[in-house]
């Protein structure tokens, strides 16, 4: 009996998620850990896993809560960090990848997950999946630590394109609501627009045509805006979307898994000094580990590609099987609500909406 039959036996009632078992710095063995450990706390999934079978069948053999509900696609190249975005476009036809993006293109999966070269993974799949009608430029929704009740604040764009023009900003607040209202269950979300101030006087041209844009809509689109926050509004719970370029973006993401990173480290090199440091950490042991599952990178790995005709995660490259597991459940949950769908319909909204405007003030 194929992985292929298996699975379609397996997978009623099932979410399908593909996955690029290639793409990761740790290699396809880690990989499959993440996806095994996935499906031990989640029997309501099921995966397609891409990379070369022979191997693959070895990894997946290991972890018998797999069988049944996985299916390995052969795909004998793999992109590497290196590979220049057009190369891969050119010549990926064979890589993991690309079968995993295939798959959703195929309408065989809901979502892709992949931790491989993020510009290589963008490219393909906007030109694979295509933009949604309507859509200017994608980008990368990520999850940030924060004190509002859900926990997280969404980011994006967190680097799918250093430019963004107002119109762009525009777009990425209402795919940033359609995530948070799928993702987190907000009915009203709030969104703000980082800059290097509140003042309405600061900022670039485009900032402020994009204030007005998206304050001009919050009222059609349901959704509440804050007006300008800064970087410090990136942990509050004064704002659930934060929209901005994504330049911008991601240095404030790498700069936050840094500080996540130096805290760790800080914290564990302060326990360590003395005798009487030592014995604190042991009474303090539960409180440290809820702090550390709290900001551990880990925990909040996948980036979400907005803007496209299917739904892609990334997860960061150097994810291990803990960071995989957290990409692939968040991949699950979008797959699960019809994110992709819902996201498509926010976005014709807003074309019809833009649209509306134009005939209103005259311009062709």
Sequence with gaps: ???????????????II???????DEGPATVVAGVSRSAHKNDKIGFI?????????????????????????????VVSMEDKPAQVLRSGKSTSMWSAIESVRNGEAEVCVSCGNTGALMLMSVVRLRKLSGVYRPAIAVLWPSRNPQGFNVLLDGGADIRADAK????????????????FGLERPRVGLLN????EHKGRAELKEAYDLINANAKRADFEFVGFVEGKDLPGDGVDVIVTDGFTGNVALKTGEGTATLIG???????????????ASLLAYTSM?????????RRVNGGVFLGLNGT?????????????????????QLGESGFSGKLAARVASAAMLSDEEENESGIE
């Excluded at 896993?49 to 693959?56: C, D, F, N, R, S």
């Excluded at 480290?265 to 014995?279: D, G, N």
């Excluded at 892609?312 to 699950?332: I, Q, Y």
């Design 168 to 183: 762009d900003l525009m777009q990425y607040a209402l795919m940033g609501i359609s995530y948070a209202r799928n993702g």
């Design 289 to 297: 580990r809820r702090l550390k599952e709290r900001i551990d990178p």
């Design 18 to 24: 593909s996955v690029d078992a290639m793409g990761g």
């Design 49 to 77: 896993l891409h990379g070369p079978k022979v191997e693959l069948e070895k990894l997946v053999a290991k972890r018998r809560n797999l069988a049944g509900i996985c299916e390995i696609r052969d795909a004998t190249d």
């Design 196 to 199: 290097v101030g509140t003042e």
């Design 1 to 15: 009996m194929t992985a292929s039959t298996d699975l379609s036996k397996a997978g009623a009632g099932r979410t």
């Design 265 to 279: 480290e800080l914290l564990r090199k302060a326990f360590r000094h003395t005798i009487w440091s030592r014995m």
């Design 312 to 332: 892609v995660v990334k997860s960061h490259g150097a994810a291990d099987a803990t960071g995989v597991a957290a990409a692939v459940k968040l991949a699950h």
